[in-house]
């Protein structure tokens, strides 16, 4: 069974449209984490959360707003979509925040794409 | 400029043989690395880690970190089709860093 499920798989969106990217992890994980993965880029870390708060944002733009409802879900809202938000998003999670580098387990992914 | 570079960008290695894969980072504040492995169509999963001077050995997989010129290897013993995926370097600014600083990839191919 997968640990860390992602959905949608694919979603495609028009230009200043809203949408949310969901994540759920079943690791007992207290650590969860987005990433971006764009064509041609590294994977660029977004957001950092442990115990449903937020602990880091390297995201220069508010148009991305991480919903944290439960603990093992971690949700991302993104607003007013633009074509250079496409890209693939990868929530990841870890035992815990700090103290120690813990292993990051990554989910499957949502590609988006932005029309 | 990049914070975590790797090389090559691409890499062809016939089955049962060694790759070689490379990182460097130009920012002395990262100094801990970790190797991921992203097959097609998957999330990246995480190889080994390394955090200290000199080799680390994960069956078929060897770190090594010179952390003077913050330059991490990885080498793939006995290749296998498997192997085939993108390698990602990371790198964090302490042992408790959580926060990873990725490298653009090295694509591997293991020839039958």
């Known amino acids: 069974d997968p640990k860390i499920i992602q959905k949608p798989k694919y979603l495609v969106a028009v230009t200043g449209s809203e949408k949310i990217l969901i994540c759920e992890q079943y690791l007992g994980h207290n650590a969860m984490y987005w990433y971006r993965q764009s064509a041609k880029k590294p994977l660029e870390f977004m957001f950092s959360?442990?115990?449903?708060?937020?602990?880091d944002n390297q995201t220069a733009s508010s148009r991305f707003q991480p919903q944290s409802s439960k603990k093992n879900h971690l949700d991302l809202q993104i607003t007013a979509l633009k074509p250079d938000d496409s890209a693939t998003y990868f929530c990841a999670s870890s035992q815990d925040l700090g103290g120690r580098s813990y292993e990051q387990y990554f989910g499957p992914g949502t590609r988006l794409t932005v029309l | 400029q990049q914070k975590v570079q790797q090389s090559p960008e691409s890499l062809s290695v016939p089955e049962g043989g060694m790759a070689s894969l490379n990182c460097t980072s130009s920012d002395r504040n990262f100094q801990y690395f970790w190797w991921y492995r992203q097959h097609s169509g998957e999330g990246p999963k995480a190889l080994m880690s390394i955090f200290s001077d000199g080799d680390k050995k994960e069956g078929r997989f060897t770190a090594h970190l010179n952390k003077a010129s913050l330059h991490v290897s990885l080498h793939i013993r006995d290749s296998q089709p498997s192997d085939s995926a993108l390698y990602f370097c990371?790198?964090?600014?302490?042992?408790?860093?959580?926060?990873?600083?990725f490298g653009i990839g090295t694509r591997v191919l293991v020839r039958p």
């Open positions: 990371a790198a964090t600014p302490s042992s408790a860093g959580n926060k990873l600083t």
């Open positions: 959360y442990s115990y449903q708060k937020l602990m």
